[in-house]
């Protein structure tokens, strides 16, 4: 399984764009790139799920260079509400497996 | 929108008790988990259930933990005898999907055992 590498923590304050960036140097052929949000004592949110080149919803978007060894989340003028615990997590998608391997994450800091 | 639930909210046992953490997962998902996350650690994956049986299961999931769909609606996790590390938050999580990564979260149960 590829294993991930991203900052501990990050501060910004509301309103600002935030980038959040993900190593994950061994990714493999079939493996996705996806991201998820947790608030303090709630579980886990799926935002969002790339393969290559860039993704955009209604809540954040990701860019994936060529080589996908690495991967941006962006959030768009941030709130205060956006402090929470970002996951970049890699691994296949429809695969056999379907347990979600998390890393520790990126505290996201959102100041006024 | 539908949402993952989970009953109770906040469970207190003494060591060695059993409990049985409850979670109705989004109707239509044929995919269900558990993943635990101990106080300022990372969530980590339990196991995995599909058309009632055992996908997957970490190593953490040994013989005091199962893992049932008693009915249509409800899946279950019991742990027969509580010792003090398995207070944490559990989350139960489905999917639709075989294999998907977008999995959804109930709010979890936090289990302290004293």
């Known amino acids: 399984l590829a294993k991930t590498t991203q900052p501990i923590s990050m501060d910004s304050y509301e309103g600002q764009e935030v980038n959040i960036t993900c190593s994950h140097n061994?990714?493999?052929?079939?493996?996705?790139i996806t991201w998820y949000q947790q608030f303090p004592s709630q579980g886990p949110r799926f935002i969002i799920q790339?393969?290559?080149t860039k993704v955009t919803n209604e809540v954040a978007s990701l860019f994936i260079p060529a080589d996908r060894k690495s991967s941006t989340l962006s959030l768009p003028r941030v709130s205060l509400s956006d402090t929470a615990v970002y996951y970049c997590?890699?691994?296949?998608?429809?695969?056999?497996?379907?347990?979600?391997?998390f890393g520790t994450g990126t505290l996201l800091a959102v100041q006024p | 929108e539908p949402e993952v639930t989970q009953t109770p909210s906040h469970q207190v046992t003494q060591m060695g008790q059993e409990v049985i953490l409850r979670c109705v997962p989004i109707?239509?998902?044929?995919?269900f988990y558990w993943y635990r996350q101990i106080l300022g650690q990372k969530v980590e994956f339990l196991v995995s259930?599909?058309?009632?049986?055992?996908?997957?299961k970490s190593e953490i999931f040994d013989d005091q933990f199962s893992v049932e769909r008693p009915d249509g609606s409800n899946f279950t996790l019991k742990i027969r005898s509580t010792k003090l590390e398995d207070s944490a938050m559990y989350f139960c999580?489905?999917?639709?999907?075989?294999?998907?990564?977008?999995?959804?979260f109930g709010p979890g149960t936090r289990l302290t055992v004293l």
């Open positions: 999580a489905s999917s639709r999907d075989r294999g998907s990564n977008e999995q959804f």
């Open positions: 997590l890699v691994g296949d998608d429809g695969g056999a497996t379907n347990k979600l391997i």
């Open positions: 790339g393969y290559k």
């Open positions: 109707s239509n998902h044929l995919y």
């Open positions: 061994n990714i493999a052929t079939n493996d996705y």
């Open positions: 259930f599909y058309n009632n049986e055992i996908s997957e």
